[in-house]
């Protein structure tokens, strides 16, 4: 008999009684995952299930938080005050118009306090994207600027003729508190890895420093090494690296300052001793100091400061805070001083209750920046530590400062209004369920 059909394909066999059961079907092997790049075996199909980005705006972005609101308003409202005060002396010798800084400074004031209501609206999740490309960017603007006609003997500026000037350490601070956020969030698992917590945040820091450091501009470089040794330390880095890595920054940064020459050693000696040479390399600091002393308990009153008559250089910039002392004396110093300690300590709260990680690193990163500018900049007119050329947030004359700060502020309300509105449908579930069984016990007692 035939085996095989008219097609040619075998034929079928019934199968014999009593013959051997056939073996049960074998389950389909699962699919091996597939190795990437760097060796390590990834689900197949996985760079299709990656999340999507958050969108931009939400319908309800939450309440904003009226107290830091408030404190900063008067700070803003405060510093506009002085900074006319502090100079329109200088602004009418230079300019012949006493409110040459202080027109600008309030445009920018007004633009930035708008945009940073516009930008407290933006989910700050989504800000998360353009971390990378806004460091590139920033790298590049630092090398352009070597290029830029110098300002003061320094590159600090994008100065193009017809167009405002733009200082690009202004850019730099952000754009460094961007990228850790986004790094540090991205491996928190990983924190405590020399790789992670020290080596990453190092090499992406140095070629900032190394930019900075040409134009000169070690203030900025200074200001730098502290944001992002603060977002480390918040980060989770180890403790133990953190020390190393902290000491032999700080270590080489010392050894930069005492090899440097020129006018880097000119501030060491001045600030050893801030009357050694008061017509020539320690005018500055002398006049500061002069300045404040003459302020007293009260102060000279408002507007009636006499070293701002060009005794003092630099009085509407790195030094207003010596202005503020000298027309407000101690109480109104010691009123600038509360409130920036207030701003902090808002920034600390909205940092701890802030809804995930990258969140509270962004304000950590905000506040470590403004409450070290600060310190800076009144332990400097105090001679308390070298002088730096550092100015004072909120109150020196300087639009990208204040756009930039104001827009930071902006950020940092994204994360306070997440975490309001969080808190409010937190206490909306709580009520509701403390109603339902409420509910329930008053129908188990009717029954």
């Given amino acids: ?115 940073m209501l516009i930008i407290s609206r933006v989910n700050y999740r989504w800000l998360l994207r ?4 806004l460091y590139w960017v920033t790298l590049v603007l630092l090398v352009a600027v070597l290029f830029m006609p110098p300002i003061n003997d320094v590159h600090r500026w994008i100065n193009i003729k017809g167009l405002p000037t733009v200082q690009v350490g202004e850019i730099a601070k952000f754009s460094i508190v961007l990228l850790l956020a986004t790094l540090f969030e991205q491996n928190r698992s990983r924190m405590r890895n020399f790789r ?18 040409l134009e000169p501009h070690n203030s900025a470089m200074i200001l730098m090494c502290c944001i992002t040794a603060t977002m480390m330390f918040v980060g989770g880095t180890n403790l133990m690296w953190f020390g190393v890595g902290g000491g032999a920054a700080a270590g080489g940064i010392a050894l930069l300052l005492i090899t440097s020459k020129g006018y880097v050693q000119e501030r060491l000696a001045g600030w050893l001793d801030p009357f050694s040479d008061v017509l020539d390399s320690t005018m500055q600091t002398a006049q500061g100091l002069y300045t404040i002393g003459s302020g007293g308990w009260f102060g000279v009153g408002l507007g009636n400061s006499t070293q701002k008559h060009l005794w003092l250089s630099e009085a509407q910039n790195d030094f207003i805070f010596a202005i503020l002392g000298e027309e407000l004396g101690f109480v109104g110093a010691l009123l600038c001083i509360a409130l920036f300690a207030l701003l902090i300590a808002q920034g600390i709260y909205v940092a701890v209750n802030a809804p995930d990680r990258a969140g509270c690193l962004l304000v950590v990163g905000v506040m470590a920046q403004i409450g070290f500018q600060f310190f800076f900049n009144v332990a400097v007119v105090t001679n308390t530590i070298p002088n730096t050329g550092i100015s004072l947030p909120f109150f020196s004359s300087g639009g990208t400062s204040l756009l930039l700060l104001l827009g930071e502020m902006g950020v940092v309300f994204s994360v306070s209004r997440a975490a309001n509105k969080a808190r409010a449908e937190r206490k909306a579930r709580q009520a509701e369920e403390k109603a339902r069984q409420e509910t329930h016990v008053f129908r188990a007692n009717k029954t």
């Fill in 196 to 213: 992670q917590g020290i080596l990453l945040p190092g090499v992406l820091l140095l070629p900032i420093l190394v930019l900075l450091r």
């Fill in 1 to 115: 008999m035939s085996t095989r059909d008219m097609s040619g394909r075998p034929l079928r066999r019934p199968p014999v009684s009593g013959s051997v059961r056939p073996a049960p079907a074998r389950p389909m092997p699962a699919p091996r995952p597939a190795a990437g790049r760097s060796g390590r075996m990834r689900p197949v199909g996985a760079s299709h299930c990656k999340m999507p980005w958050p969108a931009m705006f939400t319908k309800d972005p939450g309440p904003l938080s009226g107290g830091l609101l408030a404190n900063l308003v008067v700070l803003l409202v405060f510093g506009l005050i002085v900074l006319f005060s502090a100079s329109y002396a200088i602004a009418y010798y230079k300019f012949g118009d006493s409110y040459h800084y202080i027109r600008s400074q309030a445009i920018y004031a007004v633009v930035g306090f708008a945009a």
């Fill in 130 to 133: 353009f971390a990378w490309p």
